[in-house]
C-alpha cells in the first residue's frame, strides 16, 4: 500500500541509508575497543565475533505485520528499535555481563531497554542479552537520535541461534512443532556447556596463579 511505498523510499534513500551505516560503524568500532580493553584486563581473548546488519525493507515489513506496529509521518516505524543490530559473540558466558556493563559505561550513548534473556530464556530456548541504544548522530547544526539493538551471547548460544533461526524461528506455528520443541531442549545443554568451560578456564586460571 501507499504507506509501505513510501517507507521503502525513505529507508532505501541514500540519506537514511548513510544515518544507518554511521550507526552501525559507531557501534561496531565502540565493541572492538570493548574487547580490546577486557583483552587487555584478562590477558585472553574476548570476544569471538562481532558483526552488524541493516535491516532490510521485506524484514521491516514482515516485523510491522507481526506486531501491528504504526509508521509515523517520517517513515520511521513507532516500537521498532533494530532497524541497526550489531552482535558480540564472547567465547565465555560470563564475559557477555563484562562487554554489557562496558557498554554501560560509555558517555555518547544511552541505554532505552534491556533484555536479559540470559537469566531468564526466552520460551524458544532462545538466550542472549540484548540492549536497545540510542546512538547521536550529529550533523552541523543539529543531532539525530537513532536507535539499534545490540546483542550480546556466547558462542555456543550463538550457535544455538543460528541453527534456531534457520530451522524455526520464523517458521509458522505448527509447522515444525517437534523440531522446536527438541531445540529448546539443547538450549540447556548449551547453557551447561558454558558453565562447564567456565569451570575449566577458572581451574587454568588458578594452576596459572600458583604456578
Ligand atoms: P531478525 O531477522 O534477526 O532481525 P519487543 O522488543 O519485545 O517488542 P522484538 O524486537 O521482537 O520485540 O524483541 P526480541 O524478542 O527481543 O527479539 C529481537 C531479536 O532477537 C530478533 O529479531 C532475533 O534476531 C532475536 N530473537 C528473538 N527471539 C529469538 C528466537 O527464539 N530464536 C532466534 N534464533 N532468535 C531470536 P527479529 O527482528 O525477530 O529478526
Not at 18 to 24: D, T
Not at 87 to 105: K, L
Request: aromatic fraction near 8%; hydrophobic fraction near 35%; charged fraction near 35%.
Amino acid at each position: 500500500n501507499k504507506k509501505l511505498k513510501q517507507m521503502r523510499e525513505c529507508h532505501e534513500s541514500a540519506h537514511m541509508m548513510s544515518r544507518y551505516q554511521y550507526v552501525m560503524d559507531s557501534l561496531l568500532c565502540k565493541l572492538r575497543l570493548i574487547d580490546a580493553d577486557l583483552k587487555k584486563d584478562l590477558k585472553r581473548p574476548v570476544v569471538q565475533k562481532i558483526t552488524g546488519r541493516i535491516k532490510t525493507v521485506e524484514s521491516i515489513r514482515k516485523k510491522i505485520e507481526k506486531k501491528g506496529l504504526e509508521l509515523n509521518g517520517n517513515c520511521v516505524v513507532n516500537g521498532l528499535n533494530d532497524i541497526v543490530g550489531v552482535r558480540a559473540i564472547c567465547f565465555f558466558r560470563d564475559d557477555i555481563y563484562r562487554v554489557a556493563d562496558a557498554v554501560r559505561g560509555q558517555k555518547d550513548i544511552k541505554i532505552l531497554k534491556e533484555k536479559d534473556y540470559v537469566a531468564k530464556p526466552k520460551r524458544s530456548g532462545y538466550q542472549s542479552i540484548h540492549l536497545i541504544v540510542e546512538v547521536p548522530v550529529a550533523y552541523y547544526e543539529t543531532v539525530e537520535y537513532v536507535r539499534a539493538e545490540i546483542q550480546i551471547r556466547s558462542f555456543a548460544m550463538d550457535y544455538w541461534a543460528e541453527l534456531d533461526y534457520q530451522m524455526c524461528y520464523k517458521k509458522n506455528a505448527g509447522e515444525v512443532e517437534a523440531i522446536r520443541k527438541e531445540i529448546c531442549g539443547y538450549s540447556d545443554v548449551m547453557a551447561q556447556m558454558d558453565s562447564k568451560m567456565i569451570e575449566l578456564r577458572k581451574r587454568i586460571e588458578q594452576e596459572t596463579m600458583k604456578g
